[in-house]
């Protein structure tokens, strides 16, 4: 592949301001400035450098961002910074999609990706992948409360009740709550519908990856597929 295309298919731009970054010398690859855009290269696990930083050819991009509060899941946010902000613009121009979405008060592990079969086969329903949050409730988490997201509880516009695939009680008033569906606001819908309320929601794990306990609120970090869809529903 040439380096112009390579670039290009990595997110630096157009193919014109890829040819342009090559020209001004600004691209290294195994440690020397490459000048010529159409110099080819095997793109398998290339090392380059963009203005001194370091990349690694990635066929397709898998990322686990922290999410902090005060950020919206959107392209075009309406009322707080975008998720997109978090993230090096290279990765946004290549087109990382999130694997969902969560509130904009919500924390915790938000994935990102260009690979659309990932998104589906995370997102679709059949698969019911597993997602596991830490809620802190306003009351008290009381046994009943445990007993009724695990028999299910009813919302709005489902026919049937809506059950946790796993909770229990953390503490006076957390709990730990596993969902293998992805309705709206399904936590906080379900909490108020068994009779408490959600005052802080962080998501720890989805499907068998778990948000590292090392990376900082706004960090994210390189992953493969394969840490996320080890196992079915994991
Ligand atoms: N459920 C919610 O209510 N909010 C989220 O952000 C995620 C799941």
């Known amino acids: 592949m040439t380096l112009e295309r390579l670039l290009h298919t990595q997110g630096f731009g157009t193919r014109k301001e890829c040819r342009t970054l090559v020209r001004q010398g600004r691209v290294t690859i195994g440690g020397r400035a490459c000048g010529d855009p159409y110099a080819e290269f095997e793109p398998a696990g290339l090392q380059f450098t963009v203005d001194g930083e370091h990349w690694v050819y990635r066929d397709k991009v898998y990322l686990a ?6 950020y919206e899941c959107s392209r075009n946010p309406l009322h707080h910074p975008s998720v997109f902000s978090l993230l090096p613009p290279q990765l946004v121009r290549r087109g990382v999609q999130p694997v969902g979405r969560l509130d904009e008060d919500t924390t915790g592990l938000l994935l990102f990706t260009d690979d659309g079969q990932f998104i589906h086969a995370l997102t679709s329903p059949r698969r019911g992948i597993a997602k596991v949050y830490e809620v802190t409730a306003r009351h008290p988490v009381s ?8 028999a299910g509880v009813r919302l709005r516009d489902d026919p049937g009740p809506v059950a946790a695939a796993a909770c229990s009680k953390t503490g006076e008033h957390t709990l730990r709550l596993t969902l293998s569906g992805g309705r709206y606001h399904q936590v906080k819908r379900m909490i108020a519908a068994a009779g408490n309320r959600v005052e802080a929601l962080h998501r720890v794990a989805v499907g068998s990856y778990a948000l590292p306990d090392w990376l900082p609120a706004k960090g994210w970090v390189w992953l493969e597929a394969s840490e996320v869809m080890r196992s079915r529903g994991a």
């Open 143 to 150: 046994d009943a409360l445990i007993t009724a997201l695990i």
């Open 65 to 70: 961002l922290n999410k902090p509060s005060g």
